[in-house]
């Protein structure tokens, strides 16, 4: 799935993201909104993460995203 499908089913993915990242809260991924840059900030906030190492996270999600 690409991140505009992603996107554009965000209030169903936003289940399955808090499930891989557990410690966003539904403030966190309301805000984030389906924006991939935004979940990418957020991944590095929270996690304490390098920035290559959150888009590596979130590439994976987008290409194991069951939506």
């Given at each position: ?61 987008e ?5």
């Amino acid at each position: 799935m690409n991140w505009d499908q992603i996107e554009g089913k965000w209030k169903q993915v936003k289940g399955q993201a808090q499930q891989k990242w557990g410690d966003l809260s539904d403030d966190d991924l309301d805000v984030v909104a389906g924006k991939r840059e935004e979940l990418v900030g957020k991944i590095q906030e929270r996690y304490g993460v390098a920035k290559d190492e959150a888009e590596k996270q979130v590439q994976e999600f987008e290409s194991s995203c069951n939506c």
